[in-house]
Each structure stands twice: as C-alpha cells, then as structure tokens.
C-alpha cells in the first residue's frame, strides 16, 4: 500500500502550510483536503457552508476523503480542522495504512493565528475576538479526543515551519 502522511489538528496548526513543506521536503506529491473539496464541489467551503450548511460540507468532505486515501501514489495530505471528528473518518484514514500526525498546538498560539485568520473559516468567521477565545478553548476541548488518536502527536509549539517540518519527518520516519 501507498506511504501517505496526513496532517490533522485544530484550525490554524499549520496542516496546510506544514505539509506543503513536509512534501517538499520528502519528495512527495501535496493535496490539501479542503482545496480538493472545493475543485470537486466547484465552489469555495465559504459558500458551501452557506448553501448547504455545514452537513452538506461534512458529507462531501468524507467522500472526497474515501477517495484520496485510495491513491496508489504516496503523498502528504493536509486535512481539514474538522476532519477526524466527524463519522467514521478516523477508521477511513487508519484502515487505508494512512500515517496520521496530530499537529499539536497551545490554545494561545491557536488563538494569535486565528484572530488574523478567520475570514475564510465560516465556523469562526462571524466571532468577535472574545467569542473566539471561548469557543476555541471549548472546541478543542472536545476535538481533542479524536486528535489523540492519530498515529503520531507532535507538538509544534513555538517551532518555525522548517523546524516542525523536521520533527513531524522524523516522528513519521524513524518511529513505528
Ligand atoms: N511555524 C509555523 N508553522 C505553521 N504555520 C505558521 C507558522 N507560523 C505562522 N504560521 C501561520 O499560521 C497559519 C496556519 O494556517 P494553515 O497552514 O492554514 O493552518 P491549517 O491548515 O491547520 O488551518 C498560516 O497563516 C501560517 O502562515
Ligand atoms: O475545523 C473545521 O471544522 C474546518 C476547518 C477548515 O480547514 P482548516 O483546519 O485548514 O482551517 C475547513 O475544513 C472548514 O472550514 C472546517
Ligand atoms: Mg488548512
């Protein structure tokens, strides 16, 4: 079966940016989940949250999901925030041979990115910057349980992109 690497962690963690360069890094194709979601869908997650709700996102989001993990070709895959926590996503990746890596990141780091980054997150883009506080110490609360699972958690705290680059390839490399 195909070696691929999938990103998971809170919005903001970093999946999309780490694993371009950890593809880079390691030779290997990149697809980011959401920006496969919209290709397929023709249409932005903005728009797709507003037309159909967030359901219709998360059905979509799992049979683009199927798919990927089907590919013969390995390659690094950046999930959505949302992702393992939804269905039966998490038994999707595991049982394809998928490596998982919990970006993990402190509730302060989370929150300093996602005060500039909302915009295009339509779960948190309508929050002020108080509600964002709340709700995301909350909701990563509750996604944790599902983050814990993933084959390696790694955390990122604090590190530039070329230095969780490098943990994250050494976890996943040199780690059963
Ligand atoms: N060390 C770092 N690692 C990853 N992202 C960082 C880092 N420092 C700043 N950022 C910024 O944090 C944001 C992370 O967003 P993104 O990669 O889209 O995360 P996710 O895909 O997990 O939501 C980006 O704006 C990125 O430029
Ligand atoms: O956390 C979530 O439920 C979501 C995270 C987003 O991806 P990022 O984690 O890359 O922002 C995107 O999939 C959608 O807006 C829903
Ligand atoms: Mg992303």
Known sequence: MSEIIALLGYMGS????LGKALATSLKLPFRDLDDQIEAHAGT??????????EIAFRKLETQVLTTEVQREQGQVLALGG???CYGQ???ILHAA???TVYLKLSLVSLLERLKRGRAKRPLIAHLTEEQLEEFIRKHLFERQFYYNQAS???DVDGLTVEQ???RVA???LYSK
Do not use: M, Q
Request: hydrophobic share 35%.
């Open 14 to 17: 970093g999946k999309s940016t």
């Open 44 to 53: 932005s997650i903005k728009e797709l949250f507003a037309s159909g709700g």
């Open 82 to 84: 949302g992702t393992p």
């Open 89 to 91: 996503n998490l038994d």
């Open 97 to 99: 041979g998928v490596k």
């Open 152 to 154: 390696y958690v790694v």
């Open 164 to 166: 969780a680059v490098e």
């Open 170 to 172: 050494r976890a996943c």
